[in-house]
C-alpha cells in the first residue's frame, strides 16, 4: 500500500461511510468501537488506517481511478474497437491514462476526448502512442 496523507484517509473513510450506507449514528458508533472517538479530526494517522481496516472487513472496497474509464466504439464498428483496443495495450505497456489519449487528440485535432475523433483521427492517435512506446523502448 502506498503512503497516504491525513486528508485522503479521511476521503476513504467518507467514501466508504457512503459506500456503506451508514447514517450519522451507526457512523459515529463505528468509529466509536473502532478507536473510541466520535469524529476524524480527533484521530491521528494511525487511528485513521485503523478505521479503514475497520471499514474494509465491513465491505468497502476501494475503486481505482488509475487508467479513467475506457472509451468504447459501437458494435457496429469493429474496426474502431479494434483501434481502441490497440490503444489501451499501448497505454498499458506505457504506464498512461486514458487522460493522456486525450489530450492528444485536443492538442492534434482540437477534440476534447478520442469518442469525438473520426477512424483515421484514432488511427492516427494509435501511430503516435506506438512513436512513443518504440522511442521509450517499451515492447507491447
Known amino acids: 500500500m502506498y503512503a497516504q496523507t491525513r486528508k485522503q484517509m479521511i476521503q476513504k473513510i467518507h467514501i466508504a461511510k457512503n459506500q456503506l450506507k451508514l447514517d450519522e449514528e451507526g457512523y459515529k458508533m463505528l468509529l466509536l468501537q473502532a478507536v473510541d472517538k466520535p469524529s476524524c479530526a480527533m484521530m491521528t494517522d494511525g487511528e485513521l488506517m485503523i478505521v479503514l481496516q475497520v471499514m474494509k472487513a465491513k465491505g468497502f472496497k476501494v475503486k481505482s481511478k488509475k487508467y479513467g474509464k475506457t472509451p468504447e466504439a459501437s458494435a457496429y464498428n469493429p474496426v474502431r474497437q479494434s483501434y481502441l483496443d ?7 505497456g506505457s ?6 489519449v486525450h489530450a492528444i487528440c485536443k492538442r492534434s485535432f482540437g477534440k476534447e476526448k478520442l469518442q469525438w ?3 483515421e483521427e484514432i488511427y492516427r492517435v494509435l501511430q503516435m502512442l506506438a512513436v512513443y512506446n518504440n522511442r521509450n523502448g517499451i515492447r507491447v
Do not use: E, F
Open 117 to 119: 475523433c473520426t477512424d
Open 95 to 100: 504506464g498512461k491514462s486514458w487522460q493522456y
Open 86 to 92: 490497440k490503444i489501451k495495450a499501448l497505454l498499458v
